[in-house]
């Protein structure tokens, strides 16, 4: 009897740290360190699904400049008001490298009738698809200069990063599609002398020959040996790397609460083997079948 009643006592003991436990983990808050910051602008589409919206913003004074962006949402509920063109005000949280918006509120309804804001894609297909590609000078993982014009008679896709980037869905998503990529093309003998992946870092401070190679490296299957011909990694100057990505519509900027990290749009660019820009995927609503479809398109309209 005195055995069962120290069995039950242990039990209820184990039950309550488990339920403390469980409450701890549900309510757990932002870290003391958290940065918060006023945040005004335009929704230019919502996606339920993710529970986030790409929002056309204000700056914010301090911490970056006027972008558009897809941002978590934190207050679920407000999901079913938001539409594009709606006026919202929230407060954005940076929070260890993650970030989200609460306490969302919308100022003004859109108006019947009117037109929704471009999409960052929409926007981008209209400013660079048909436009040729100049000759941007840069430096690969091997420390050889390479120049764009060095992949002309070759689709190519063209996507930027950097190696220290915290968010999965942002650069380790670009990698991941491209590393999927170059391993599938590896088996193509249609397509792997006509294919190149290109993957340009904006932090070029710290993402150093070396450091790309061996970025690059992790990205493939452990039995696959990393093809630095099919797709190449990419620093230069601060100069050089800011006229490409401004070419590709990419914005980045240091994030002021924390030098380690780069507050950054997604942009990935399709460019002909007559080198000119076919597509553009302006965020991560994308995946590998739908990029090499375009690198196949674009090698198809070359041969009509």
Same mark, same amino acid.
């Given at each position: 009897?005195?055995?069962?009643?120290?069995?039950?006592?242990?039990?209820?003991?184990?039950?309550?740290?488990?339920?403390?436990?469980?409450?701890?983990?549900?309510?757990?808050?932002?870290? /003391?360190?958290? %940065?918060?910051?006023?945040?005004? @602008? *335009?929704?230019? $589409?919502? !996606?339920?699904?993710?529970?986030? +919206?790409?929002?056309?913003?204000?700056?914010?004074?301090?911490?970056?400049?006027?972008?558009?962006?897809?941002?978590?949402?934190?207050?679920?509920?407000?999901?079913?008001?938001?539409?594009?063109?709606?006026?919202?005000?929230?407060?954005?949280?940076?929070?260890?490298?993650?970030?989200?918006?609460?306490?969302?509120?919308?100022?003004?309804?859109?108006?019947?009738?009117?037109?929704?804001?471009?999409?960052?894609?929409?926007?981008?297909?209209?400013?660079?698809?048909?436009?040729?590609? /100049?000759?941007? %000078?840069?430096?690969?993982?091997? @420390? *050889?200069?390479? $120049?764009? !014009?060095?992949?002309?008679?070759? +689709?190519?896709?063209?996507?930027?990063?950097?190696?220290?980037?915290?968010?999965?869905?942002?650069?380790?998503?670009?990698?991941?599609?491209?590393?999927?990529?170059?391993?599938?093309?590896?088996?193509?003998?249609?397509?792997?002398?006509?294919?190149?992946?290109?993957?340009?870092?904006?932090?070029?401070?710290?993402?150093?020959?070396?450091?790309?190679?061996?970025?690059?490296?992790?990205?493939?299957?452990?039995?696959?040996?990393?093809?630095?011909?099919?797709?190449?990694?990419?620093?230069?100057?601060?100069?050089?790397?800011?006229?490409?990505?401004?070419?590709?519509?990419?914005?980045?900027?240091?994030?002021?609460?924390?030098?380690?990290?780069?507050?950054?749009?997604?942009?990935?660019?399709?460019?002909?083997?007559?080198?000119?820009?076919?597509?553009?995927?302006?965020?991560?609503?994308?995946?590998?079948?739908?990029?090499?479809?375009?690198?196949?398109?674009?090698?198809?309209?070359?041969?009509?």
């Amino acid at each position: 009897m005195q055995k069962k009643f120290l069995f039950l006592v242990l039990f209820c003991f184990i039950i309550s740290i488990f339920s403390a436990c469980q409450k701890t983990e549900t309510s757990s808050a932002p870290t /003391p360190e958290a %940065k918060r910051f006023p945040f005004k @602008g *335009k929704v230019v $589409s919502v !996606n339920k699904a993710k529970n986030s +919206a790409t929002i056309l913003h204000d700056e914010i004074p301090g911490y970056m400049d006027s972008m558009t962006m897809e941002f978590p949402i934190k207050d679920t509920w407000v999901m079913d008001e938001l539409a594009p063109g709606a006026e919202i005000q929230a407060e954005l949280v940076v929070n260890k490298g993650d970030f989200y918006l609460e306490h969302m509120g919308i100022v003004a309804a859109p108006k019947p009738g009117q037109p929704a804001p471009p999409t960052a894609a929409e926007q981008a297909e209209k400013d660079l698809v048909g436009k040729v590609l /100049p000759d941007f %000078k840069l430096t690969n993982q091997d @420390g *050889k200069r390479i $120049s764009t !014009n060095d992949f002309r008679g070759k +689709a190519l896709a063209i996507t930027f990063i950097y190696t220290r980037c915290p968010l999965p869905n942002y650069c380790p998503l670009m990698s991941m599609h491209f590393s999927e990529l170059a391993m599938n093309l590896q088996k193509r003998d249609d397509l792997k002398d006509k294919v190149r992946l290109l993957t340009v870092t904006f932090d070029p401070k710290n993402d150093t020959p070396e450091v790309l190679k061996k970025y690059g490296a992790g990205y493939y299957n452990k039995d696959v040996k990393p093809d630095f011909i099919l797709w190449q990694f990419a620093t230069g100057t601060e100069e050089d790397v800011r006229k490409i990505a401004d070419f590709a519509g990419l914005a980045y900027q240091p994030d002021a609460t924390d030098k380690t990290q780069i507050i950054h749009s997604l942009r990935t660019i399709v460019i002909s083997p007559e080198g000119k820009v076919t597509r553009i995927f302006a965020g991560n609503e994308w995946g590998t079948d739908q990029l090499l479809k375009e690198l196949q398109s674009s090698l198809s309209a070359e041969n009509k």
